[in-house]
């Protein structure tokens, strides 16, 4: 007790000199050696140390390093004590930055009543120096352990999110600054990590503008090292890129260019498109179609992407079979409808914006004439999956129900004559939808979706209605396609030389501060 009744003596001598208590050096070290007596000694130095802090600049640095020292004592109550007035500490002018740091470390702890003090000193720091106590969150998201990294990442995009309008609004230096350290966090982080960091700099009053919105699309362009003289091909930094890529689009339907974002991927990562993992290039063409919904760019711009874009979805589409006299052909490729979907799309906004590669002069002609009995036989494909979809209890199938309707309707626009560029489709991954029913117009033409008020179509047009049918057999699909390819008219199957490169490719496509 001796040594509580000590520091209860020097705390008196500090309380009675009122704003003079500067004047009194020794009774404020000896409250700063009672940091190293009892566990109660601890706890009241904790607090007078933080009470009387600003009244000796010449002490600061030994007061830190004796409340840090508390705040990895043994005992949970000196600790909370320390933890509570360390935002007390900072100093006006100075860098603070240590003393986030350390909150931001011990974010680690598995104590729930330890760890709502810890955030709460966090918020306090953040009224009293925000800079330093952001500094400390992102150094640990940039350089601390895995555990201190999800932490800090999770209060960031929690707490600091709710006091942005408090802390940051109102200081475009403050908004600067997290600008510049997201775009750095950006590059270190991943999944649900990367869209927390994103989401944190979406809520900055500079980013609500359209020179904001363009500045933010630049930030995800730089952390996805697409424009580097390596850019991305495959692996980690790929899957990265077109994390980028894909939350680019969102700002993009708010004004921003597209344009980095879709020639990288139409011009690096396009032409591997058929090596890459099914889920990779799953990923490539929902970015790629999320990035045209809409498509703003020059028209100039987007005619060089034409040809590119086409090579890589011809060598993705299922080719159409080769039969033999006795109308045998091999059996019916598997064909991932989401991925079709993206590629398709992309390029239906392409040719769109420039329709004159379909459709002006002989070799726009030859491509359309090589494309089109893809499309046909795609068609044909997406009928006999519909039915087996419609049967199917698996989790993905709306999805790819959905996906096989935008396909059709997508087919349907190449297969007039001029194409016409007018289909309207929400696509399958944009949120989850349910199966509908669909029909076709025509044997041999695409599936096209209607709704249940939609006018009736003849009972042999139809694809679903109330009576279960069974599946296409794989024969049965070859000889449907065999005899509609024998009614086409002999010029539809022509060749055009400037697309041979497009034949024969088959259709698968320790807890101290920095300084401390």
Avoid at 86 to 105: K, T, Y
Avoid at 137 to 145: C, K
Wanted: proline share 5%; net charge neutral; with cysteine.
């Amino acid at each position: 007790m001796a040594d509580v009744e000590a520091l209860y003596k020097s705390y008196g001598a500090l309380a009675d000199a009122g704003e003079k208590a500067g004047e009194h050096v020794a009774e404020y070290e000896a409250i700063i050696e009672g940091t190293k007596k009892s566990s109660n000694a601890k706890r009241l130095s904790a607090d007078f140390i933080a009470k009387y802090f600003s009244y000796f600049p010449d002490l600061a640095d030994r007061a830190i390093e004796a409340e840090l020292d508390l705040c990895e004592d043994e005992d949970s109550m000196v600790r909370l004590s320390a933890i509570k007035v360390l935002p007390l500490l900072c100093r006006e002018g100075s860098d603070n930055s240590h003393i986030g740091d350390v909150l931001a470390q011990l974010l680690q702890s598995e104590s729930s009543n330890e760890l709502k003090v810890i955030r709460t000193a966090l918020q306090s720091l953040l009224k009293r120096d925000t800079k330093s106590a952001l500094a400390g969150l992102f150094y640990q998201i940039n350089s601390g352990e895995v555990l201190a990294r999800d932490r800090a990442v999770a209060y960031l995009a929690t707490s600091v999110v709710d006091l942005l309008p408090e802390v940051a609004h109102s200081h475009p230096d403050v908004e600067q600054y997290i600008l510049s350290e997201g775009k750095t966090a950006l590059s270190n982080l991943t999944g649900s990590e990367f869209k927390a960091i994103l989401q944190l700099l979406r809520k900055l009053k500079s980013t609500t503008n359209l020179a904001g919105i363009q500045q933010l699309a630049e930030v995800l362009t730089e952390s996805s090292g697409i424009g580097s003289q390596t850019p991305p091909v495959a692996g980690a930094q790929l899957s990265h890129a077109l994390s980028c890529a894909s939350e680019a689009s969102f700002l993009c339907k708010r004004g921003a260019s597209p344009k980095a974002f879709v020639e990288f991927l139409v011009n690096t990562v396009m032409p591997g498109f058929a090596s890459l993992e099914e889920a990779v290039q799953l990923s490539a063409a929902k970015a790629l179609a999320s990035l045209c919904h809409p498509l703003a760019m020059k028209q100039e711009d987007l005619l060089v992407l034409c040809e590119p874009m086409l090579t890589t979805l011809m060598t993705h589409l299922p080719e159409a079979p080769q039969l033999d006299e006795a109308g045998a052909a091999s059996s019916v490729p598997a064909v991932n409808y989401c991925v079709v979907e993206g590629l398709l799309y992309g390029f239906h906004q392409l040719a769109k914006k420039c329709p004159e590669f379909m459709h002006s002069d002989d070799e726009a002609a030859g491509r359309l004439r090589l494309l089109k009995p893809r499309l046909q036989y795609l068609g044909l494909c997406c009928q006999s999956a519909l039915k087996e979809l419609r049967a199917s209890k698996e989790e993905s199938a709306p999805v790819t129900v959905k996906a096989i309707q935008n396909i059709s309707l997508l087919i349907k626009s190449f297969l007039k004559s001029p194409p016409v560029y007018q289909a309207s489709i929400s696509l399958s991954f944009a949120k989850p939808v349910a199966a509908a029913t669909v029909s076709v117009t025509s044997p041999g033409a695409p599936a096209v979706s209607q709704s249940p008020t939609a006018q009736k179509r003849p009972a042999t047009e139809s694809l679903a209605d109330d009576s279960p049918k069974r599946p296409m057999t794989g024969k049965e699909l070859r000889q449907q396609y065999a005899a509609e390819r024998a009614q086409q008219p002999q010029q539809s199957r022509g060749s055009h030389n400037s697309g041979g490169q497009w034949r024969n490719r088959g259709g698968r496509g320790g807890r101290r501060g920095r300084g401390y």
